[in-house]
C-alpha cells in the first residue's frame, strides 16, 4: 500500500514537473530582450517638446508580427502628442504605412500600425513619441510591443532620470523700433528664464548680421526670469538683422535723418511799419531724397505780418522748383494765410542737402517786435520735419508811419497799450468770443472756447474741483464752419461742479466783452466697462475676445436707439501682431447682448445672418441697420452692452494694450469707452477657458479636459451680473496648496465679473476617473479665504458619476482660489515624487485597492528577481499562473484519488 501510494505521489509531482517545464518552455519561447534603453533627448524637469525613444533587440523563438505598441511614460504629460509624433524603425528601416487607433493621455500612448512588421530575432526595435513634456521627478518607463491578436510578445524597460539643473532658456526677442534714423537708439531685448530646479548663469550675446556686438551676464535662480536688453545705433544706412542668442533675427531699417539746419533772413532788422519788397528767407534741408518725387516745403510767417505779406518767388540750389510759390494758410492750421508753400523734385538718388529760400514782400506794423519764421519740410517718403524759429527778424526803432512803439510777445503778436503798459484796450465793442463751453468726455473735462476771430491772446479761468488760469497757449485751434474753434484739457477723473470765466480774448484788434460763463456738473466715474481675451496668452490664433461697456446717467446715447457697435484695437496692439482680420461675418460675432440696469436681458443679437460685419485695419464694425427693429433696444442709463468676437491674434508679446468699445444710435450719436485689454504668458497656467454671463443664465460651463485631472466647471448664476466668467488651473499649486493636509487631486482659480463675485453659486467640477484612488465619496472642495490666509471646507456632494468623470458640487458665497481634495489619491504627474509607495498597474484588471495591497508583499520578490535597468527585460506569457494552478489541483486530485 505503501509503495503505490509512493508511486502516485511520484507520478503526479513528474506530471505537475513536465507541465510545468512544458510551460517555461512555451512562454520562453520570446525570452528577454536586450540593449533595451527608454531615454528622452532633453532630461530636464519640465522641458517641453521632448522626443523619448523606446529601443531595444527583440529575442524571439519563432517569428512575430509587430502590429500594436503601448509606450508608458508614468508621470510626463502625453496630450500634445500626435499620431504625426510617431516614428517607428524596424532594423534601421522607418516604417512608412499610417497609424491608426491612437491615443494619448494619462502618460500613455497606444497605436496601431496600419500594415504590419515581420520581427525576426535579435531585430533592432525603435520607437520614438514627439511633444511629451517631461515631470518634476525620475520615472520607470515601458514600452510593450503586440501582434496582430494585440497580444504582447515583448517588453522594453527602462529608468529615466529627471534632471534638476540650471536650464536657461530665452524668449520674447522685442525690438523697440525696425525704422530708425542714422544715430538713433535701437533698444533690443528678450525675456531670460532659468527653467531648471538649482541656480545657474547665463550670458546673452546681442548679434548683428551674425555677428556678437555686446554680452551681457547674469545669474538666475530656479525659475527666476529677468530681461536682457542691449542699446545700439547705426552709422550707416541699410538693412540690419538683430538677435539674442537663438533668438530672431529682426529687421531693422536704417535711413538718415531729414533734418534742417540754422537759416537767415536778409535783411534781419528792419524799420518798423515799413514794407521789404525783397525779405529773403533762407535755410537748409539735408538728406532730402532725391527719388523723384514731390517735397512739400512751407515758410510760416507770424499772423501779425499776414494782412502785409505776398510772395514774389522760391528757390533751390539743388532741385528743381515744381510746384510755384504760393500764399495758404500754415501748419498750425489757425486759418490765416500766413504762410509760403512751394514744392521740389530730384530724381538723382539718395539723398542730397539742399538750401532753400523764399523771397517775399512785407509791410511791418508799426510797433517794435521780433518776427520769429517757423518752416516744415514733408519728404516724398513721407517724413515729415519742422523747425521753429529757423530764423527771425527783427523790428526796431522809430516807426515811419508815426506809430509809437510796444512791447513784444511771446508769440510774437504785437498789442495796444494803455497809460500803465499793462490793460488791454479794446479797439471796439465787437463782441468775438460766441461761446464758452465746458464739455465731459469719459473722465476728461475740457474747456472749449469758439469764436469768429482768431485769437492772439485769450484768458479763462477754471474754479471748482480745480481752480486754475488757461491762457492761450495752452488751447489748441480746430476750424468748424468757418469758426475758430479752441480746446484745452482742465482735468481727468474729477468730479463736482466746473465753472469757466472768460476773463479777456484779443484778436484782430478786437476785445472780447468779459465774463462770458459756462458751468459743468461731473459725476463720480461709474463702471466704464471691460475687455478679456480667452484664452489670453500671447500669440493664439484662436482667442475670443469680449468687451463690455455701461452707458452713464449723462451719455449722449442715452434715450436713442442703438444702430452700431465698434471695437477698436491700438496700433501698439497690431505692431505686436495682433489682428482682428479673422472676424470677418455674422457667425464670429458669438455674442451681442444688452443688459438693463435691473439685470434684465433686452436683446440678444450675436450670430444672426442680419448683423452686418466689416473689419478694417484694427477696427470691427458692426451695424444693425438690418436686424429686425423689435430686437434693437433702446438704450438707457445703466444699460451694459457686451460683446464677444472670434476668432481673434493676439499679440506676441503680453503686456496691456489700449482697445475700444464705441456705441452708435440711429440719431448719429455715439459714444466711446477705453478699455484695456490684458494679454499674459500662460507659462504658469496648465488650461484656462472663459464664458459670458448674462443674468438670464441659470447655468454657465466651461471645457478643462485640457487639464489632467478635470474635465469641466460650471457654476449656477441667478442674479443680476453681466461679463466674464474665468477658470485657471495653474501649472504649479500655489504655496497655500502645501498647508493641506489631505491629498490635492487639483487647484483652479475662478473669477467672476465685480457686481457678482460676492453673491452666491454652486459650483459643479468634474473630475477625471483616473486623478483620484478613493471613493468618489471622499472627494471635497475647499475655498482659499486670502483674508484670514485660511482653507474653507465647503458642504460637498456627488451630483452625477459616469463610467470616465465624478462630479461633485458645493455652494460658496464668493469665487477665489479652491482646491479639490480626497482621502486617498493615485500617482498623478504632479505628485509622483511625493509618494514612496508602489504605484498600482494601470493596465492590471485588478482592483486598485488589491493591487495596492499586494504591492509591498511582492517588493521583495520583484528586487530578488529584477535585472539591472538599461540591459534587459523579462518576457512573460499570460496564463502559464493559471496553468500551474490548474496542474497542481490535478496532481491533489490525483493524490486523494489514489488514498482512497
Same mark, same amino acid.
Given at each position: 500500500?505503501?509503495?503505490?501510494?509512493?508511486?502516485?505521489?511520484?507520478?503526479?509531482?513528474? &506530471?505537475?514537473?513536465?507541465?510545468? %517545464?512544458?510551460?517555461?518552455?512555451?512562454?520562453?519561447?520570446?525570452?528577454?530582450?536586450?540593449?533595451?534603453?527608454?531615454?528622452?533627448?532633453?532630461?530636464?524637469?519640465?522641458?517641453?517638446?521632448?522626443?523619448?525613444?523606446?529601443?531595444?533587440?527583440?529575442? =524571439?523563438?519563432?517569428?512575430?508580427? &509587430?502590429?500594436?505598441?503601448?509606450?508608458?511614460?508614468?508621470?510626463?504629460?502625453?496630450?500634445?502628442?500626435?499620431?504625426?509624433?510617431?516614428?517607428?524603425?524596424?532594423?534601421?528601416?522607418?516604417?512608412?504605412?499610417?497609424?491608426?487607433?491612437? @491615443?494619448?493621455?494619462?502618460?500613455?500612448?497606444?497605436?496601431?500600425?496600419?500594415?504590419?512588421?515581420?520581427?525576426?530575432?535579435?531585430?533592432?526595435?525603435?520607437?520614438?513619441?514627439?511633444?511629451? #513634456?517631461?515631470?518634476?521627478?525620475?520615472?520607470?518607463?515601458?514600452?510593450?510591443?503586440?501582434?496582430?491578436?494585440?497580444?504582447?510578445?515583448?517588453?522594453?524597460?527602462?529608468?529615466?532620470?529627471?534632471?534638476?539643473?540650471?536650464?536657461?532658456?530665452?524668449?520674447?526677442?522685442?525690438?523697440?523700433?525696425?525704422?530708425?534714423?542714422?544715430?538713433?537708439?535701437?533698444?533690443?531685448?528678450?525675456?531670460?528664464?532659468?527653467?531648471?530646479?538649482?541656480?545657474?548663469?547665463?550670458?546673452?550675446?546681442?548679434?548683428?548680421?551674425?555677428?556678437?556686438?555686446?554680452?551681457?551676464?547674469?545669474?538666475?535662480?530656479?525659475?527666476?526670469?529677468?530681461?536682457?536688453?542691449?542699446?545700439?545705433?547705426?552709422?550707416?544706412?541699410?538693412?540690419?538683422? %538683430?538677435?539674442?542668442?537663438?533668438?530672431?533675427?529682426?529687421?531693422?531699417?536704417?535711413?538718415?535723418?531729414?533734418?534742417?539746419?540754422?537759416?537767415?533772413?536778409?535783411?534781419?532788422?528792419?524799420?518798423?511799419?515799413?514794407?521789404?519788397?525783397?525779405?529773403?528767407? @533762407?535755410?537748409?534741408?539735408?538728406?532730402?531724397?532725391?527719388?523723384?518725387?514731390?517735397?512739400?516745403?512751407?515758410?510760416?510767417?507770424?499772423?501779425?505780418?499776414? !494782412?502785409?505779406?505776398?510772395?514774389?518767388?522760391?528757390?533751390?540750389?539743388?532741385?528743381?522748383?515744381?510746384?510755384?510759390?504760393? =500764399?495758404?494758410?500754415?501748419?498750425?492750421?489757425?486759418?490765416?494765410?500766413?504762410?509760403?508753400?512751394?514744392?521740389?523734385?530730384?530724381?538723382?538718388?539718395?539723398?542730397?542737402?539742399?538750401?532753400?529760400?523764399?523771397?517775399?514782400?512785407?509791410?511791418?506794423?508799426?510797433?517794435?517786435?521780433?518776427?520769429?519764421?517757423?518752416?516744415?519740410?514733408?519728404?516724398?517718403?513721407?517724413?515729415?520735419?519742422?523747425?521753429?524759429?529757423?530764423?527771425?527778424?527783427?523790428?526796431?526803432?522809430?516807426?515811419?508811419?508815426?506809430?509809437?512803439?510796444?512791447? #513784444?510777445?511771446?508769440?510774437?503778436?504785437?498789442?495796444?497799450?494803455?497809460?500803465?503798459?499793462?490793460?488791454?484796450?479794446?479797439?471796439?465793442?465787437?463782441?468775438?468770443?460766441?461761446?464758452?463751453?465746458?464739455?465731459?468726455?469719459?473722465?476728461?473735462?475740457?474747456? *472749449?472756447?469758439?469764436?469768429?476771430?482768431?485769437?492772439?491772446?485769450?484768458?479763462?479761468?477754471?474754479?471748482?474741483?480745480?481752480?486754475?488760469?488757461?491762457?492761450?497757449?495752452?488751447?489748441?485751434?480746430?476750424?468748424?464752419?468757418?469758426?475758430?474753434?479752441?480746446?484745452?484739457?482742465?482735468?481727468?477723473?474729477?468730479?463736482?461742479?466746473?465753472?469757466?470765466?472768460?476773463?479777456?480774448?484779443?484778436?484782430?484788434?478786437?476785445?472780447?466783452?468779459?465774463?462770458?460763463?459756462?458751468?459743468?456738473?461731473?459725476?463720480? !466715474?461709474?463702471?466704464?466697462?471691460?475687455?478679456?481675451?480667452?484664452?489670453?496668452?500671447?500669440?493664439?490664433?484662436?482667442?475670443?475676445?469680449?468687451?463690455?461697456?455701461?452707458?452713464?446717467?449723462?451719455?449722449?446715447?442715452?434715450?436713442?436707439? &442703438?444702430?452700431?457697435?465698434?471695437?477698436?484695437?491700438?496700433?501698439?496692439?497690431?505692431?505686436?501682431?495682433?489682428?482682428?482680420?479673422? *472676424?470677418?461675418?455674422?457667425?464670429?460675432?458669438?455674442?451681442?447682448?444688452?443688459?438693463?440696469?435691473?439685470?434684465?436681458?433686452?436683446?440678444?443679437?450675436?450670430?444672426?445672418?442680419?448683423?452686418?460685419?466689416?473689419?478694417?485695419?484694427?477696427?470691427?464694425?458692426?451695424? /444693425?441697420?438690418?436686424?429686425?427693429?423689435?430686437?434693437?433696444?433702446?438704450?438707457?442709463?445703466?444699460?451694459?452692452?457686451?460683446?464677444?468676437?472670434?476668432?481673434?491674434?493676439?499679440?506676441?508679446?503680453?503686456?496691456?494694450?489700449?482697445?475700444?468699445?464705441?456705441?452708435? #444710435?440711429?440719431?448719429?450719436?455715439?459714444?466711446?469707452?477705453? =478699455?484695456?485689454?490684458?494679454?499674459?504668458?500662460?507659462?504658469?497656467?496648465?488650461?484656462?477657458?472663459? #464664458?459670458?454671463?448674462?443674468?438670464?443664465?441659470?447655468?454657465?460651463?466651461?471645457?478643462?479636459?485640457?487639464?489632467?485631472?478635470?474635465?469641466? *466647471?460650471?457654476?449656477?448664476?441667478?442674479?443680476?451680473?453681466?461679463?466674464?466668467?474665468?477658470?485657471?488651473?495653474?501649472?504649479?499649486?500655489?504655496?497655500?496648496?502645501?498647508?493641506?493636509?489631505?491629498?490635492?487631486?487639483?487647484?483652479?482659480?475662478?473669477?467672476?465679473?465685480?457686481?457678482?463675485?460676492?453673491?452666491?453659486?454652486?459650483?459643479?467640477?468634474?473630475?477625471?476617473?483616473?486623478?483620484?484612488?478613493?471613493?468618489?465619496?471622499?472627494?471635497?472642495?475647499?475655498?482659499?479665504?486670502?483674508?484670514?490666509?485660511?482653507?474653507?471646507? /465647503?458642504?460637498?456632494?456627488?451630483?452625477?458619476? !459616469?463610467?470616465?468623470?465624478?462630479?461633485?458640487?458645493?455652494?460658496?458665497?464668493?469665487?477665489?482660489?479652491?482646491?479639490?481634495?480626497?482621502?486617498?489619491?493615485?500617482?498623478?504627474?504632479?505628485?509622483?515624487?511625493?509618494?514612496?509607495?508602489?504605484?498600482?498597474?494601470?493596465?492590471?484588471?485588478?482592483?486598485?485597492?488589491?493591487?495596492?495591497?499586494?504591492?509591498?508583499?511582492?517588493?521583495?520578490?520583484?528586487?530578488?528577481?529584477?535585472?539591472?535597468?538599461?540591459?534587459?527585460?523579462?518576457? @512573460?506569457?499570460?496564463?502559464?499562473?493559471?496553468?500551474?494552478?490548474?496542474?497542481?489541483?490535478?496532481?491533489?486530485?490525483?493524490?486523494?484519488?489514489?488514498?482512497?
Amino acid at each position: 500500500m505503501t509503495n503505490t501510494r509512493f508511486r502516485a505521489v511520484s507520478l503526479s509531482l513528474l &506530471l505537475i514537473l513536465s507541465v510545468v %517545464v512544458g510551460s517555461v518552455a512555451f512562454s520562453g519561447a520570446a525570452t528577454a530582450a536586450t540593449n533595451v534603453s527608454i531615454k528622452p533627448d532633453d532630461a530636464t524637469v519640465d522641458a517641453t517638446n521632448v522626443t523619448y525613444t523606446a529601443e531595444g533587440n527583440v529575442q =524571439l523563438g519563432n517569428q512575430d508580427t &509587430l502590429q500594436y505598441a503601448d509606450v508608458h511614460l508614468g508621470p510626463a504629460n502625453v496630450s500634445a502628442v500626435g499620431a504625426d509624433d510617431v516614428t517607428v524603425f524596424v532594423d534601421g528601416n522607418q516604417y512608412s504605412g499610417g497609424i491608426t487607433e491612437f @491615443s494619448a493621455s494619462n502618460g500613455t500612448v497606444e497605436f496601431k500600425l496600419s500594415d504590419s512588421e515581420s520581427l525576426s530575432d535579435g531585430d533592432h526595435v525603435e520607437v520614438a513619441l514627439a511633444d511629451v #513634456t517631461n515631470p518634476s521627478s525620475n520615472f520607470t518607463a515601458n514600452a510593450t510591443l503586440h501582434d496582430s491578436g494585440d497580444a504582447q510578445f515583448q517588453e522594453f524597460q527602462d529608468d529615466v532620470v529627471i534632471t534638476d539643473a540650471a536650464n536657461i532658456v530665452y524668449d520674447d526677442l522685442t525690438v523697440n523700433d525696425t525704422s530708425v534714423d542714422t544715430g538713433d537708439d535701437v533698444r533690443v531685448s528678450a525675456t531670460v528664464q532659468n527653467t531648471g530646479g538649482e541656480s545657474g548663469t547665463y550670458n546673452a550675446s546681442l548679434t548683428v548680421d551674425g555677428t556678437t556686438t555686446a554680452s551681457n551676464e547674469g545669474t538666475l535662480t530656479a525659475g527666476e526670469s529677468t530681461t536682457t536688453a542691449f542699446v545700439t545705433d547705426f552709422d550707416s544706412t541699410g538693412a540690419y538683422d %538683430v538677435g539674442i542668442e537663438e533668438l530672431g533675427p529682426k529687421t531693422v531699417s536704417v535711413s538718415d535723418t531729414l533734418n534742417i539746419t540754422d537759416g537767415s533772413a536778409s535783411p534781419a532788422e528792419v524799420q518798423p511799419g515799413t514794407t521789404v519788397d525783397n525779405q529773403n528767407v @533762407s535755410y537748409t534741408v539735408t538728406n532730402l531724397s532725391q527719388d523723384g518725387d514731390t517735397d512739400v516745403h512751407y515758410v510760416e510767417f507770424p499772423d501779425a505780418l499776414a !494782412s502785409g505779406l505776398s510772395v514774389n518767388s522760391a528757390d533751390s540750389n539743388a532741385t528743381s522748383i515744381t510746384s510755384s510759390a504760393n =500764399l495758404v494758410d500754415g501748419f498750425d492750421g489757425d486759418g490765416t494765410d500766413d504762410t509760403v508753400k512751394f514744392a521740389t523734385s530730384g530724381d538723382g538718388g539718395g539723398d542730397i542737402d539742399a538750401t532753400l529760400s523764399t523771397d517775399v514782400s512785407v509791410t511791418y506794423p508799426s510797433t517794435n517786435d521780433t518776427y520769429a519764421i517757423d518752416v516744415r519740410t514733408v519728404d516724398s517718403d513721407g517724413e515729415v520735419v519742422t523747425r521753429t524759429g529757423v530764423t527771425s527778424i527783427s523790428a526796431s526803432g522809430e516807426s515811419t508811419d508815426g506809430g509809437t512803439s510796444g512791447g #513784444t510777445t511771446d508769440d510774437g503778436d504785437s498789442t495796444e497799450s494803455g497809460d500803465d503798459g499793462d490793460t488791454l484796450v479794446p479797439a471796439g465793442d465787437e463782441v468775438i468770443v460766441d461761446d464758452v463751453d465746458l464739455v465731459a468726455d469719459g473722465e476728461d473735462v475740457d474747456l *472749449v472756447v469758439t469764436s469768429d476771430e482768431s485769437l492772439d491772446r485769450m484768458t479763462v479761468a477754471v474754479s471748482g474741483p480745480v481752480d486754475e488760469t488757461v491762457q492761450r497757449r495752452d488751447f489748441e485751434l480746430s476750424r468748424q464752419d468757418e469758426m475758430y474753434v479752441y480746446t484745452a484739457d482742465v482735468t481727468t477723473g474729477t468730479s463736482g461742479t466746473f465753472e469757466a470765466t472768460v476773463e479777456s480774448a484779443v484778436g484782430d484788434g478786437m476785445k472780447a466783452t468779459p465774463d462770458a460763463t459756462a458751468t459743468l456738473t461731473v459725476g463720480p !466715474s461709474s463702471d466704464e466697462g471691460s475687455a478679456a481675451a480667452a484664452p489670453p496668452w500671447p500669440d493664439d490664433s484662436e482667442s475670443s475676445h469680449t468687451l463690455a461697456a455701461t452707458v452713464d446717467e449723462d451719455s449722449s446715447v442715452a434715450g436713442e436707439t &442703438l444702430r452700431s457697435v465698434e471695437l477698436g484695437y491700438s496700433d501698439a496692439f497690431l505692431d505686436a501682431g495682433g489682428s482682428v482680420s479673422s *472676424v470677418s461675418d455674422d457667425q464670429n460675432v458669438a455674442a451681442l447682448t444688452v443688459v438693463d440696469a435691473d439685470g434684465t436681458v433686452e436683446s440678444r443679437m450675436g450670430g444672426t445672418d442680419a448683423v452686418t460685419v466689416n473689419t478694417d485695419d484694427g477696427t470691427v464694425s458692426l451695424n /444693425l441697420a438690418d436686424v429686425d427693429s423689435s430686437r434693437i433696444p433702446t438704450l438707457e442709463a445703466g444699460d451694459r452692452v457686451v460683446v464677444r468676437v472670434r476668432p481673434v491674434t493676439n499679440p506676441e508679446d503680453a503686456g496691456e494694450y489700449d482697445t475700444s468699445l464705441t456705441l452708435g #444710435t440711429a440719431g448719429d450719436s455715439s459714444v466711446e469707452t477705453d =478699455l484695456s485689454l490684458d494679454v499674459r504668458a500662460g507659462d504658469a497656467t496648465a488650461a484656462f477657458a472663459s #464664458t459670458v454671463l448674462t443674468p438670464d443664465d441659470e447655468r454657465v460651463s466651461v471645457d478643462l479636459s485640457q487639464s489632467q485631472a478635470l474635465d469641466s *466647471v460650471a457654476l449656477t448664476a441667478g442674479h443680476d451680473g453681466s461679463g466674464v466668467v474665468n477658470v485657471a488651473v495653474p501649472e504649479d499649486r500655489p504655496n497655500a496648496a502645501a498647508d493641506l493636509s489631505r491629498p490635492v487631486v487639483t487647484v483652479l482659480n475662478i473669477t467672476r465679473p465685480d457686481e457678482v463675485e460676492d453673491q452666491s453659486t454652486t459650483v459643479s467640477v468634474s473630475v477625471e476617473d483616473d486623478a483620484y484612488g478613493s471613493s468618489s465619496d471622499a472627494l471635497t472642495l475647499l475655498r482659499y479665504d486670502d483674508q484670514s490666509d485660511e482653507w474653507v471646507e /465647503l458642504d460637498t456632494t456627488v451630483a452625477d458619476t !459616469s463610467s470616465e468623470t465624478v462630479t461633485v458640487q458645493a455652494t460658496t458665497g464668493e469665487t477665489s482660489l479652491f482646491a479639490v481634495t480626497s482621502a486617498e489619491m493615485t500617482q498623478t504627474a504632479s505628485d509622483a515624487d511625493e509618494q514612496d509607495t508602489a504605484t498600482p498597474d494601470s493596465s492590471s484588471n485588478e482592483p486598485a485597492s488589491q493591487q495596492t495591497a499586494t504591492a509591498a508583499d511582492s517588493q521583495q520578490a520583484v528586487d530578488a528577481t529584477a535585472t539591472p535597468a538599461g540591459t534587459e527585460t523579462s518576457s @512573460s506569457a499570460p496564463g502559464f499562473g493559471i496553468t500551474l494552478a490548474v496542474v497542481a489541483a490535478l496532481g491533489a486530485a490525483l493524490l486523494l484519488a489514489r488514498r482512497n
